[in-house]
């Protein structure tokens, strides 16, 4: 081959090598980096679920778990969920079986029927957005939304209620729409994109699905501020996004040593400091 044409087959190598980059960094870059919207949540050590214990006497998503977190000076990690008539509840799960011992899925239950079922075998029962907002006393906040079938009226009743609360806060979700949401009506939010491995995501949706998930591929359409990231190795593509100056939040910690890596940490069954930056 001519130096010509071998110099013509490098640009075209490094042309779609470049062109390949370019796309990459367009679909997982973050939204603009705005430092004084991180502050209150830079270095701090977030309470998964509030402040539960292993043994279940203090259950996850339960106000005593809120107040626990609040009064050490922790920050706070809870899930919203709307429900069939409307109302805001703290839940993770989207069925109540794990949690309640009663088959029921939240969203087609009115929170009456929430409320006659109990956390964990106590005596705590399923609260709302306003009580949880109430326990949590003005600790920062991270508010996850759980996609349903109502993912608008969700985000926009969500922070219809957020306007309230005295200490600062943000939102995530597993679902990219619900992220676009807060991009869109509420960009002063800090708001962040959750996933988790390729494995974990392959189980509760299709492979593809699951390939774009857990890469932070679909960023393009939220512009996350943040990914937070399952503890463990990460793919390029979320690496990428960080390098790019998303903020780093890793869930679910067991030990100290994740706050190394992190800006901010969710963290369960162990006592971290309350910052670490």
């Not at 029927?113 to 109430?134: F, I």
Request: proline letters at 4%; one cysteine or more; aromatic letters at 10%.
């Amino acid at each position: 081959m001519s130096l010509n044409r071998l110099a013509r087959a490098g640009l075209i190598a490094g042309g779609v090598l470049a062109g390949t980059a370019a796309a990459a960094a367009f679909l997982v870059a973050p939204g603009k980096r705005d430092l004084k919207q991180r502050a209150p949540f830079m270095g701090r050590n977030f309470a998964h679920r509030g402040l539960h214990r292993i043994d279940k006497s203090t259950p996850e998503n339960s106000l005593p778990a809120f107040a626990h977190a609040a009064r050490i000076g922790y920050g706070i990690e809870f899930d919203v969920h709307i429900t069939a008539d409307g109302e805001l509840v703290v839940f993770h799960d989207d069925d109540t079986k794990r949690v309640c011992g009663v088959e029921g899925r939240v969203e087609d239950m009115s929170l009456a029927e929430l409320r006659a079922l109990r956390l964990c075998g106590t005596d705590n029962t399923v609260p709302t957005l306003a009580e949880a907002l109430k326990a949590a006393n003005g600790a920062p906040l991270i508010v996850e939304l759980k996609r349903g079938a109502r993912n608008r009226e969700l985000c926009r009743r969500v922070y219809e209620e957020m306007q309230s609360y005295s200490g600062p806060w943000c939102v995530e979700s597993f679902d990219p729409r619900i992220v676009a949401w807060f991009r869109f009506h509420a960009p002063e939010v800090l708001r962040g994109q959750l996933a988790s491995r390729y494995a974990a995501m392959r189980k509760s949706t299709g492979a593809a699905q699951a390939f774009i998930l857990s890469r932070c591929m679909l960023n393009f359409l939220a512009r996350p501020h943040f990914i937070a990231y399952e503890v463990g190795r990460k793919p390029l593509m979320v690496k990428l996004s960080e390098a790019l100056g998303a903020m780093k939040v890793a869930w679910t910690s067991l030990e100290w040593k994740t706050e190394e890596k992190n800006d901010a940490v969710i963290f369960q069954f162990y006592r971290p400091r309350v910052k670490f930056k």
